[in-house]
């Protein structure tokens, strides 16, 4: 294991649903510090790709390493082990249940005599949503209750909460409002800052360019350019989203429908 | 700021904001009072002499046992229709085993077939929620399927006929009483054990920095607490044998159900198995990303509600001293209902086991002031089903104005 070694390297990942190659020889790195910007049209397998980091999928082929050591995953339980949390457009948030309790979800803190530790689990709840949001004060009510910006503060405390090193986020800004998203534009600048590797998944070009220090651009299930944003344009990412064109004119191998 | 789900306009929402105490558990309280009452003048107070509450709290443990655990499958957004039929065979299971296989009044076979039936309910409801969990099939379908099998399995136990008698120990989780002293010390130990709950809370907020609620509000909640217990023993007590002064005290069967609704409380709101059903059902795909092992919670949410049944089973054969075929008919839906009439709601997510023993007692209310005032037992099924109608309308209306 180097010091330079990559966050998260993935190597020729392939996934099949029944006949259909959803990620086919897909490969991808992120590093500490980063934001990598995920792009494709709808089926691309950006998705798919991200579920498989995150456990919610087990891979066909390939390989995932961690900070230079070969990773197995094939739950979610595997990936947060490692350090990957996964923040899904939907959020997965139960609705019913409170912040505090919505944060720690699945992994609560109990005392010795087995039973739940409330006051220990919203006091670190507590500490770490307003690490990210200092005037979020709802720590009892239903989550199903709270604006799309606060859901989404708590969705990201929860991978916050267990020092996640790597964070996916799915179309973190889709459902929010101008203000909301400047606001989880500001978490993901300042997670940034902390040494955390997050890869965003965005239909939102503007977003992207943004936020992003690199892009990776996803064409049926195959990968078709990956670069600095710094080095390309909005038209030319769209180019090779829609048609797989990279910046030289050339196509990507194996991306190219019958219409391209 | 988002406002909080329950809003703070009226009486009930501002209890509901104090307590803590669902809006709908406080409705469905405030309607067993007024019940109660109207009850007791129609009948010149027969409804509230302490032989009827007697009564009436031994009619309501079964039902409310057994809702204790249909809640958690209710909020794992499953259903169990089989307990009618489940308690059925159990109750076969066990007066066959106590009689023909072990020996009545031999000093092991009452604690023997308990275990024998509470084993076998735990596994009958297990198969059953693993066949929903594992497989994937509906519970509807699944415990249907149950509900038109094990009526049919404690037929062929026995070839159809009436086990009888029940062993005399064993009887006495029918209509036996644990005397006046006992009742005084159970009412004791209700009160103290939600005291020491209460400054556990308190000092664990404590300990970590946290603000409690005022000392008054917490010392006023146990207060109440002890009203209503005290009324309650004294009330058990005050019911005496025949031709005597003896007081019978809190009958077993209820004891069984305040020991259960207390066990059940703790696993629902202080367990991590509690959370992860309250999650499970509120987004099931959010709690699979959690890493939780949902398939399992779900089955043994079901294996919860075996067991309750097989206490059931108990009870019931117990009081009949036999054990017909007969027993647990439309049990499935009473204690469904109860649920339901006591805020929990079918969409899953949502429920309390306070609720559910709350909704249970106020079914057995109207259904024994019924008796009383002679109305004929077609009409009281009518009314039950008005009632369930009512609280199931309840709960629309509340999802409603939450979104």
Known sequence: MTVDAPLVQMRGISKRFGGVHAVEDMNLTLYAGEVLGLLGHNGAGKSTLMKILAGAYPLDEGEITVSGSSVQISSPRDAKRVGIEAIYQTLALADNLSATANIFFGREIVNRFGMLDEARMERDAMSVVQRLNPHFQNFHAPVGSLSGGQRQAVAIARTLQFNAKIIIMDEPTAALGPHETQMVGNLIRQLKSEGIGIIMISHDLHDVFDLSDRVSVMKNGRHVWTGRVADTTKDQVLEMIILGKLPDGSYAPGVVSDFG | MATTRTGSQGIIGRATALTGVDTRVLAMLAALVVAAIVFNVLTDGLFLSPRNLWNLAVQTSVVGIISTGMVLVIVTRNIDLSVGSLEAFLGISGAYLQLNVLHIGAPGTWWISILFV??????????????????????????????????????????????????????????????????????????????????????????????????????????????????????????????????????????????????????????????????????????????????????????????????????????????????????????????????????????????????????????????????????????????????????????????
């Open chain 2, 118 to 403: 509470l084993v076998l309910g735990a596994l009958c409801g297990a198969a059953q929620g693993a066949i929903t969990a594992y497989l994937g099939l509906p519970s509807f379908v699944v415990t249907l399927a149950g509900l038109m099998a094990w009526r049919s399995a404690g037929w062929l136990v026995t070839r159809g006929e009436t086990v009888t008698p029940i062993d005399e120990t064993l009887g006495l989780f029918g209509d036996g009483s644990i005397g006046v002293l006992w009742s005084w010390i159970v009412a004791a130990a209700i009160v103290l054990i939600v005291a020491a709950l209460i400054a556990q809370r308190r000092a664990s907020r404590s300990r970590v920095g946290f603000a409690n609620r005022p000392v008054w509000l917490d010392l006023a909640l146990v207060a109440v607490l002890a009203a209503v217990v005290i009324a309650f023993a004294a009330t058990m007590n005050a019911y005496t044998y025949p031709k005597s002064a003896v007081g019978r005290g809190i009958p077993v069967p209820v004891v069984i159900l305040i020991v259960i609704a207390g066990v059940m409380s703790f696993v629902g709101s202080m367990t991590r198995f509690g959370r992860y059903v309250y999650g499970y059902g509120g987004n099931p795909e959010a709690a699979q990303l959690a890493g939780i092992p949902t398939k399992r919670v779900v089955m043994i949410a079901f294996a919860i509600v075996g067991a309750l049944t097989a206490i059931g089973a108990v009870i019931t054969t117990a009081r009949l001293d036999a054990a017909p075929l007969s027993i647990g008919q439309l049990l499935e839906l009473q204690v469904i209902a109860a649920c339901v009439i006591g805020g929990t709601s079918l969409a899953g997510g949502s429920g309390s086991i306070f609720g559910a023993i709350v909704g249970a007692t106020l079914i057995q209310t109207l259904l024994n002031g019924l008796v009383l005032l002679g109305v004929e037992s077609a009409m009281q099924q009518i009314v039950e089903a008005m009632v369930l109608l009512a609280a199931v309308w309840f709960d629309v209306i509340y999802q409603r104005r939450r979104r």
